[in-house]
């Protein structure tokens, strides 16, 4: 019988299933069921979104990647470290918690990962993927735990990409899972597609083994094969990130350098707050009544007539990271058309990418070609970046890279 592993990704705006079997891929709809003839699972998923349990698996404070509004806390820890910090990372965010639910704070067992914490409720055993050493500073270090003087005990070990975590618990013995309840950007999104696709319902039978594949810029960094120096991935789906694999580690403001999966590589990453969920909001805007699929065939063929948008969508991350920066229209006229508004929306989308591209080849950084993943992997829309940037964009066949990534981290994991 083949060897078929089972997949789970949860995005920020929807969750994917899917399976790999004997090198091929399948996508698939509807609650995620494992079927008997199931090897292996493997879960990877967006972050840095934290989720604080209880001994029971309660949440008790949940706050999405996005949520960076801890400015008074990072300004502290700043003072008390020498370093700089962003109100994304975990530890601003438990200083938070800690000042205004000090109760709670005290019943905190495990601070987890969105994806993690579905692993935990499978397995019952905890911990964290930690994409390289360098990340380490994103989420917390010994050193750091005893400035703030929170208990060392909450924070569970770090684990590579693609690392086995154990079998699967009998369902009687599982700690509680509930489906984190978001708010802001992605409210809508995240509660219909999640809960609606059945993730609070997994019927996953006992002794599966699981591997934790990882975030998905890393899965998707290795389904779209960007695994070589001069190759990029283009993250396109509710926001974009611009991945390049290079050989120079190259500190680029604004810009993110760390160690790459392979050695002697570096990944250099610049991620942008706008998307495709600011394309949704411009369908629901402008034209409420027209399906996903028509809008973008349809953005093809119309001109936005000089209409330019400085687009920001919680603020912009690259090239400055500036959280109070809103989205700016500008030559609207009188006879502008609702589509040539959200035509210009998605073009000032692209030209975040544009940008990044060309600050990035400014610093030296080679880029031979960029491989494309997400929602926002169309084929029309791929010729058009090709025709800006000169460089071949490939596609990856839409939302299917960190599926493919995951299976290929969990194959090495498990010895498959």
């Not at 300004?75 to 990372?89: K, P, R, S, V």
């Not at 789906?237 to 050695?263: D, M, P, T």
């Not at 960029?370 to 058009?384: E, H, Q, S």
Request: hydrophobic share 40%.
């Amino acid at each position: 019988m083949a060897e078929r592993i089972a997949l789970i990704d949860l995005g920020s705006s929807c969750t994917k299933w899917g399976s790999y079997t004997n090198g091929e891929l399948s996508m698939h709809e509807g609650a995620f069921v494992l079927d008997e003839d199931v090897c292996a699972l493997a879960i990877s998923g967006h972050g840095p979104s934290l989720v604080a349990i209880d001994e029971q698996g309660n949440i008790l404070f949940y706050s999405p990647w996005y949520d960076r509004d801890y400015d008074e806390e990072v300004a502290y820890f700043e003072i008390l470290t020498g370093q700089e910090w962003d109100g994304q990372y975990f530890l601003p965010k438990l200083m938070a918690f800690r000042e205004s639910n000090p109760e709670d704070f005290a019943r905190i067992r495990w601070v987890l990962g969105e994806y993690e914490y579905l692993a935990y409720h499978l397995t019952g055993k905890a911990s964290i993927v930690l994409p390289s050493e360098d990340w380490q500073q994103a989420f917390w270090t010994s050193e750091f735990i005893e400035i703030l003087n929170m208990p060392e005990e909450i924070f569970p070990p770090f684990v590579a990409p693609g690392t086995y975590l154990g079998e699967t618990l009998p369902q009687s013995e599982r700690p509680v899972y509930e489906v984190p309840k978001t708010f802001g950007l992605y409210a809508s999104d995240l509660q219909k597609n999640q809960q609606a696709k059945g993730v609070e319902e997994l019927r996953v039978p006992a002794g599966i083994p699981v591997a934790l594949s990882g975030p998905d810029f890393i899965t998707a960094i290795v389904g779209t094969d960007t695994m070589a120096a001069g190759r990029a991935c283009l993250r396109a789906g509710s926001s974009y990130g611009l991945n390049v694999c290079s050989n120079r580690a190259v500190q680029i403001e604004g810009a993110f350098s760390k160690r790459h999966l392979v050695e002697g590589l570096s990944t250099i990453s610049a991620v942008f707050s706008a998307g495709g969920n600011m394309l949704a909001w411009a369908r629901e805007t402008f034209v409420p009544e027209m399906p996903f699929e028509r809008f973008i065939a349809e953005l093809e063929h119309v001109d936005s007539r000089g209409v330019r948008v400085d687009v920001a969508w919680g603020g912009t991350r690259f090239p400055d990271w500036d959280p109070d920066r809103i989205s700016r229209f500008s030559g609207v006229r009188a006879d502008t058309t609702r589509m040539e508004l959200a035509k210009a929306v998605l073009l000032g989308i692209e030209e975040q990418v544009f940008r990044a591209y060309e600050v990035f080849r400014g610093q030296g950084i080679r880029i031979d070609s960029i491989r494309v993943t997400g929602g926002m992997d169309i084929a029309w829309l791929n010729a058009y970046r090709e025709e800006r940037l000169g460089v071949p964009v490939i596609s990856s066949g839409g939302n299917s890279a960190e599926l493919l990534g995951s299976a290929k981290l969990a194959m090495q994991a498990l010895g498959l």
